[in-house]
Nanobody, 118 residues
């Protein structure tokens, strides 16, 4: 059974930091590129950051580049999103995503809420 379980969301003040984690199980984690997406109320889901299967290639949305850092620990089947200098506009539900282009397999987590508010 495939599972992607996000954790680490919460309420933080502007300028603060949070670290999200996503623990994966039920598939060959090291074969999948992993991503964080987010969806704010009334908006479409958008890509925040993506890391390749072995971590050699990383992509960030322009809105988070320089503030967020994505990483992965393949032996632990886990990815992370370190979020610094958080802004009000970072408020959203953050989703973990696994994708293997060779097979077309895509999995999603249930999401974790991040709220940036003073």
């Amino acid at each position: 059974q495939v599972q992607l379980v996000e954790a680490g969301g919460g309420l933080v003040q502007p300028g603060g930091s949070l670290t999200l984690s996503c623990a994966a199980s039920g598939f060959t984690f090291s074969s999948y590129s992993m991503s964080w997406y987010r969806q704010a109320p009334g908006k479409e889901r958008e890509l925040v950051a993506r890391i390749s299967s072995r971590g050699g290639s990383i992509t960030y949305a322009n809105s988070v580049r320089g503030r967020f850092t994505i990483s992965r620990d393949n032996p632990k089947n886990t990815i992370y999103l370190q979020m610094n200098s958080l802004k009000l506009e970072d408020t959203a539900v953050y989703y973990c995503n696994a994708r293997w282009l060779a097979t077309g397999s895509v999995y999603w987590g249930q999401g974790t809420q991040v709220t940036v508010s003073s």
